[in-house]
């Protein structure tokens, strides 16, 4: 008598380690994708090697009253954009306590927490990735910079697109956008990014598309990308009770 097969367990959950977007069928495009979006949802890995790096050490340097008093927070809803996006994971307590002292210091913030999440479209494949923070940051638009160069900078990533300031309407805030690329397999694959930092909270926005992945950087509608930006930040900022 033959001896069954012994059960198949499942691999140890990993944070920030993502599994690739469903692509339609087996491609090389699907292998890269799941590659960049891993790349992404590590952006609080990041602002680690920020510090490293030397970029924003520093700036958290002041007293107490210098920095913004906490009023805001993020927090993930089960959908987002009328139901565009469905919550896939919620990794906002994943983060190594590490990870936010040095964002803490990187970015000149206090009392930070993170908020990090995975949604999945819900009419196409592809993957949005939110990586926040939310806490007091003392200089807004310089955490806002440094992230995305920190997001940019990272092993096997390249600036396609340098990053602009967008207003969207209605927006008391500041979004930039940058589209940065990701080289392998023979292959090019784009990635568009947003993020914004009100002195409570912040965040970086990607989303991994298959269908433009392969598009020319040039070509991407960033003022379009910062208005949904800004509708998502609508969604995800709550007021402290």
């Given at each position: 008598m033959s001896t069954p097969p012994p059960?198949?367990?499942?691999?140890?959950?990993?944070?920030?380690?993502?599994?690739?977007?469903?692509?339609?069928?087996?491609?090389?495009?699907g292998v890269v994708l799941?590659?960049?979006?891993?790349v992404l949802a590590l952006s609080i890995v990041a602002w680690?090697?920020?510090?490293?790096?030397g970029i924003g050490i520093g700036i958290g340097i002041g007293t107490d009253g210098d920095f913004?008093?906490?009023r805001y927070r993020l927090a993930?809803?089960?959908?987002?954009?009328?139901?565009?996006?469905?919550l896939e994971e919620d990794l906002s307590d994943s983060p190594q306590e590490s990870y936010v002292r040095h964002a803490e210091s990187a970015l000149g913030g206090r009392d930070v927490q993170a908020a990090v999440a995975i949604y999945r479209p819900t009419d196409r494949g592809g993957q949005l990735n939110v990586s926040g923070m939310y806490g007091r940051f003392q200089d807004a638009d310089d955490a806002r910079d440094t992230w995305l160069a920190g997001a940019a900078d990272q092993d096997g990533m390249s600036l396609a697109r340098a990053p602009e300031d967008f207003r969207p309407s209605g927006s008391d805030v500041t979004v930039t956008c940058q589209v940065?690329?990701?080289?392998?397999?023979?292959?090019?694959?784009?990635?568009?990014?947003?993020?914004?930092?009100?002195?409570?909270?912040?965040?970086?926005?990607g989303e991994i598309d298959p269908g433009t992945s392969s598009w020319d950087a040039k070509d991407v509608d960033l003022a379009?990308?910062?208005e949904r930006t800004a509708r998502i930040r609508a969604e995800l900022r709550q007021p402290i009770n």
């Open positions: 059960p198949q367990q499942s691999p140890a959950h990993q944070p920030f380690i993502l599994p690739p977007p469903p692509p339609q069928k087996k491609s090389r495009v799941g590659v960049v979006g891993g680690a090697a920020v510090m490293v790096t913004p008093e906490a993930m809803p089960e959908t987002l954009l009328d139901g565009e996006y469905k940065i690329a990701k080289e392998d397999l023979n292959m090019r694959v784009i990635m568009p990014m947003c993020a914004w930092n009100d002195g409570n909270t912040g965040a970086l926005i379009s990308l910062a």
